[in-house]
């Protein structure tokens, strides 16, 4: 069982900068994929960025261009999102997500997660 825990959320105006931040805890000796992934009321959950183990390869949702950045610290156990120029369609709940890394990259779909944290509110104002 991997425990996952977000941080960072809060509140900020259009053209703000908020870095997430997801802590695993549990089996974490084993090779994770990790993702991000933000859901707005009324609205299905979406694919934001995903890295595998060694960091080597990074996917984006395509809405992304280029404000956000994931990144890892396998020592620490933490996944990182810093985003940029936040906008107010970025207003969502963002959760963390991780699966075994099966080499094969990194999936951009909810069901091929198995683990969830609670989710960290973003809400960026006009």
């Known amino acids: 069982q991997v425990q996952l825990v977000e941080s960072g959320g809060g509140l900020v105006q259009a053209g703000d900068n908020l870095r997430l931040s997801c802590a695993a805890s549990g089996r974490t000796s084993r090779i994770y994929v990790m993702g991000w992934f933000r859901q707005a009321p009324g609205k299905e959950r979406e694919f934001v960025s995903g890295i595998n183990w060694s960091g080597r390869i990074i996917y984006y949702g395509d809405f992304v261009k280029g404000r956000f950045t994931i990144s890892r610290d396998n020592a620490k156990n933490t996944v990182y999102l810093q985003m940029n120029s936040l906008k107010p369609e970025d207003t969502a709940a963002y959760y963390c997500?991780?699966?075994?890394?099966?080499?094969?990259?990194?999936?951009?779909?909810?069901?091929?997660?198995?683990?969830w944290g609670q989710g960290t509110q973003v809400s960026v104002s006009s």
């Open positions: 997500a991780a699966d075994y890394d099966s080499g094969l990259g990194v999936p951009s779909r909810p069901d091929s997660y198995t683990y």
